[in-house]
């Protein structure tokens, strides 16, 4: 193998700049020409494709996003989108991919070398922190220092104003990011979906808290809650609390942006170095994931349908902690 190329797809994470740099060094350091590939899938199919060089990702490792922009796309769903993808990769003599993304992004990547035996090494890019196969993905740290951020400061308005709460923050269906902002918040309820709670619930963790002098609250509602969102949490429970002060806050893309954390940093470098090391030794088809502190290998397949053992005991702590 002499030539790889690196990508990043789905949504941005950061950590995602410190994984390319890692990917285009370690690349050179290893005697391989790296490539990069914008906007993901879509810029395969159209050939956006360049050449890199070691002093193209300096000063890349403290910015959020992704220099090589990112992407979903319609195209390579289809038979003759994957095809051009691999006629643009054939003219520039690329034999295997670092792709950067999530459960879609690997999904296409195994499809890909399925259909065309391109050799692909994926690393885990998401802040919802959701796939199978390592203790935590690229951004992931970051965004839950963010969310505690907007927290600490809602919190400050929420206790001079004696006002309930309800921070909306995302991770899609999953509620890794909901359980860790909301106990290093300190919030005094988490809803997420992997526990069934319903509105009398609620309702009663409010009334409790007030029972023992809590005149405020902040509630964290991840954005897959099976009740819905926070603006239809509060409003349900409004109706019932009628005459508490009950806000909304949705923290939304904020959670995807900014400054990665040194631990996303470490982390994107790790990965990414062996991403690449992985290739040159043979491998495809898997994800390169951090296991108890050690560089863990997962096939496609798993990382795409099984589901990641949630940790029980944080739901415990927020209940124990809130009192």
Known sequence: MKKIAVFTSGGDAPGMNACIRAVVRGAIYHGLEPYGIYRGYNGMISGDIVKMNSHMVSNILQIGGTILKSARSKKFRTQEGRQKAYDNLQKHGIEGLVAIGGNGTFTGAKLFHEEFGIPTVGVPGTIDNDLYGTNATLGFDTAVNTAIDAIDKIRDTAGSHDRIFFVEVMGRDAGYLGIRSGIGGGAEMVLIPEKKQTIEDVISNIREGHARAKTSSIIVVAEGEHMGNANSVAHRVKEHLQDMDIRVTTLGHIQRGGAPTA????????????????????????MVGILNHKIAYTPFEDTITKKKPFQQDMLRMVEILSI
């Open 263 to 286: 631990m996303d940093r470490v982390r994107g470098s790790r990965m990414g170095l062996a991403a690449v090391e992985a290739l040159m030794a043979g491998k495809t088809d898997i």
